[in-house]
Each structure stands twice: as C-alpha cells, then as structure tokens.
C-alpha cells in the first residue's frame, strides 16, 4: 500500500510541477502565449507525472554491479533520457490512435518517429533527467518521508484524483462534442 501511495504522491507533484513548467516553455520558448499546454482543463499534465514515477523508480536501481562511479551515472541518465521518450512516445500513441487528437507535433524536427518523438526532445529529457537526477531526487526523496509521517496528506492526493477523474470525463466529453461539431460543419 506504501509503493501506490508514493507513486500516487509522485503523479501529483509531477503532474502539476510538469504543467508549471509548460506553461513557461510555451509562453517563453514556443507560442509566445500564456496557454494551457494540455489536453485536460486543470492545472496538471499527466505525462510528466508518468514521468516522475519512472524517474524515482529508475533512481533506484541498483547499478552497483558497474564499479565506476561516472559510468554509473551516464548509464542512470542514459536509462532516464530513454525511458521519458519512451513516455512521451506511448502518450502521443494513445492521444493519436485513441482519441484521434495529436497535441505535439515532431514532424518537421530531424530524425522524428511519427512525429511524436524526437532526437532534440529526447536530448531535452535526457538533460531534465540529470536534473532531477542531481539535484531534485533527494528532495524527493525526503518529500516522500514526510508523507509518510504525514498520512493525512493522502487526502490531498485524494482530492487531487477525485478532481483529475472528473476532468478527464469532461474533456473526453468536449473533445467529443467538438469532434461531432468539426464532422456536421465540415
């Protein structure tokens, strides 16, 4: 029950952490506007909270079998750069096939899969990676400590999925009345 309720803690703080930092990239580097860069309406991305539990869990493993240090680390980042493209990939797969909606778009940037991944991102995740690696995990880490000593908080992480649910069926429901509108007025 711990290990769901640390990955529940960790979806949220990435969810919502991702979102911040979107919403930045978007106004600062991308559009040039302040816009909600997901697909749901509140304020969180869930890829980046997929990311974040895959971070911490690539965290730790036990690479202790490789002797050198450096080499521990390039492999753990390596692993990490891989492992979010991947993320990203199933994620765009699903809004794509699923839902008939694409919300990136890779297709003009070198060496793209479907338009969906990209060297460039890839090397983006790979950089956010080491970051987290380095200097967030720790306070993770202890994060994930003091929920322990706090379980009250898992009310919060409560509320946080009970409002995600009712958004996902609300945005599910306007994607499909756009679509209906899109299809009877051409």
Not at 3 to 21: D, N, Q, T
Not at 75 to 93: C, N, P, Q
Not at 118 to 145: E, R
Request: glycine letters at 8%; a positive charge.
């Amino acid at each position: 029950m711990k290990h769901i309720l640390v990955l529940e803690f960790l979806f949220f703080i990435g969810s919502i952490i991702g979102w911040i930092l979107e919403i930045f990239f978007r106004r600062i580097v991308s559009t040039k506007k302040w816009i909600n860069p997901g697909f749901l309406t509140g304020p969180y991305l869930p890829i980046y909270g997929f990311g974040l539990c895959v971070l911490y869990g690539i965290s730790k493993i036990d690479i202790s079998f490789i002797e050198n240090e450096t080499i521990q680390r390039i492999f753990i980042l390596i692993i990490m750069a891989i492992s979010l493209t991947v993320v990203e990939y199933i994620a765009g797969i699903i809004f794509i096939k699923g839902m008939k909606v694409k919300l990136w778009d890779y297709s003009d940037r070198w060496g793209n899969i479907d338009g969906i991944i990209c060297p460039k991102f890839s090397l983006f995740w790979g950089i956010g990676g080491a970051i987290y690696y380095f200097f967030i995990n720790p306070y993770i880490v202890n994060a994930v400590v003091w929920l322990f000593d706090n379980l009250a908080f898992s009310y919060v992480i409560g509320y946080f999925f009970g409002i995600l649910t009712v958004d996902i069926i609300n945005s599910f429901n306007i994607t499909v009345k756009l679509r209906k509108f899109a299809k009877e007025n051409d």
